[in-house]
Nanobody, 123 residues
């Protein structure tokens, strides 16, 4: 079992930046890919970014490419999402997830999920 806890969300003006963190505990010795997803009110959960266990492979949703950066520190069992040039449409609850070490955008491939952190971008 892996427990995931997100932090770093908040309220920011359009054009601003936030850095989300996800701390993992439990069975962190396993090699998990880590992903970020988000869910806006009234919408389905959508993929944001994923990073392989080694950190050498990443993949982003087109909507965040060039603005968001995913990274990880395996020594700290943590993954991060640096979000720049934020837009009101980025407003959502952001979730981190852990799954098999493959690059995938499909939420069903992730086995463990955090509780989420709210990001609100004002215009």
């Amino acid at each position: 079992q892996v427990q995931l806890v997100e932090s770093g969300g908040g309220l920011v003006q359009a054009g601003g930046s936030l850095r989300l963190s996800c701390a993992a505990s439990g069975r962190t010795s396993s090699r998990y890919a880590m992903g970020w997803f988000r869910q806006a009110p009234g919408k389905e959960r959508e993929f944001v970014a994923v990073i392989s266990w080694s950190g050498t492979s990443t993949y982003y949703a087109d909507s965040v490419k060039g603005r968001f950066t995913i990274s990880r520190d395996n020594a700290k069992s943590a993954v991060y999402l640096q979000m720049n040039s934020l837009k009101p449409e980025d407003t959502a609850v952001y979730y981190c997830a852990a799954g098999r070490d493959v690059i995938t955008t499909m939420s069903r491939h992730y086995d463990y999920w955090g509780q989420g952190t709210q990001v609100t971008v004002s215009s």
